[in-house]
């Protein structure tokens, strides 16, 4: 439970660092003098660079100094490496701190090709925000949603066709109603409206379909906006459709996740025992536990039957316990007699 605490408090602090990186109050413009050599000419260059402050930096460098410890630890102490390299979650960690270590050694490298590297590697610093997946090993909502967006998949597909399909059909419609009013002296037809031509209208398709109407393009005429309204009442009729089978699937992960979390932990390893005398199937070929050419029994259910037919034929007094003893511990060489 600490290291997880550790843990999230690092993937916090590094995701609200990167987040101030970008705040103008933490850069600061600086000019740097360069030597630049053209043929046999040597000369000097002002090139105007952005700096982050460098605390930011230092911060950065404990989290990944962090985060570098954890993952050299869980691969040292993984026992299936192949498994481990297989997982996202750890090709994410290892994504997220390489970049660090590249820009770190090749800063004071004043060639340019060092230069266009670190350019790139400024470029990739958005991979840092992926850390937050981690949180799904700490958090069992985040891992509830990560089945549930698994088992939706062929929802999630048919949603996108369904979006798709509208999309095509509307942005056509929009594009064609808008003509129907144009100016007679108006060749192309799209003085008086926004969509110019299709491609276009596929935005607007894809606001007005999943509600969210920025405004940016609208339609001018009586038929555009008569395809306006067709076009909104299908995406709320489309989104609608498949929901309701992601939101049962939510709700059965998580239903399972909150009754495995109630479930008593147990500390004793479960090992069910071998066939009993006087047990059905006592004996006889393929009785045996792990039996070759047999699927082994319930061990809960099997147990049971040897409690219930010893509690039947339990005897009483002190030559009931010295036989219970026996029954208990059976000699190996000894064969049973019937009355036993």
């Known amino acids: 439970q600490y290291v997880a605490f550790a843990s999230l408090f690092f993937i916090l602090i590094s995701i609200t660092t990167f987040c101030l990186e970008t705040h103008e109050a933490f850069n600061r413009v600086i000019n740097k003098t360069e030597t630049v050599t053209t043929g046999n000419e040597t000369g000097t260059q002002v090139a105007v ?5 460098p605390f930011l930096t230092y911060v ?65 610093r958005f991979v840092r925000i992926l850390r937050i997946f981690k949180l799904t090993r700490h958090f069992v909502g985040l891992r509830v949603l990560g089945h549930t967006l698994r088992a939706s998949t062929n929802e999630f597909l048919l949603l996108v066709i369904f979006l798709a399909l509208g999309v095509l059909i509307f942005a056509t419609m929009i594009y064609y109603a808008e003509r129907i009013g144009a ?87 479960h090992i069910p025992r071998p066939p009993q005398p006087g047990s059905p199937g006592y004996g006889s070929p393929g009785s045996a536990p792990n039996a070759p050419g047999r699927a082994p029994a319930c061990p809960l259910a099997q147990e049971e039957v040897v409690e219930i037919n010893r509690a039947e034929s339990r005897p009483n007094g002190e030559a009931g316990r010295a036989a219970l003893a026996q029954e208990d511990c059976p000699p190996i060489d000894q064969p049973l007699s019937p009355e036993e």
């Open 60 to 124: 950065e460098g404990l989290c990944v100094v962090w985060f570098t410890f954890e993952f050299l630890m869980r691969v040292s102490f993984c026992p299936d490496k192949r498994d481990f390299i297989k997982s996202s979650l750890n090709i994410i960690d290892f994504v997220a701190i390489l970049p660090f270590y590249l820009e770190v050694g090749l800063r004071g490298l004043s060639s340019k090709a060092a230069k266009d590297v670190l350019g790139f590697l400024r470029v990739v």
């Open 183 to 269: 100016d007679p002296d108006d060749v192309t037809g799209s003085r008086h409206t926004y969509f110019k031509n299709i491609p276009i209208g596929f935005w607007w398709a894809v606001v007005t379909m999943t509600t969210l109407g920025y405004g940016d393009m609208y339609p001018m005429t009586w038929s555009g906006m008569l395809v306006g309204a067709l076009c909104a009442l299908a995406g709320v009729l489309t989104i609608a459709m498949p929901v309701p089978v992601i939101v049962n699937n939510f709700g059965m992960y998580y239903s399972l996740a909150m009754a495995k979390q109630k479930l008593p932990k147990k500390k004793n390893k």
């Open 49 to 53: 660079e952005v700096e982050t402050e």
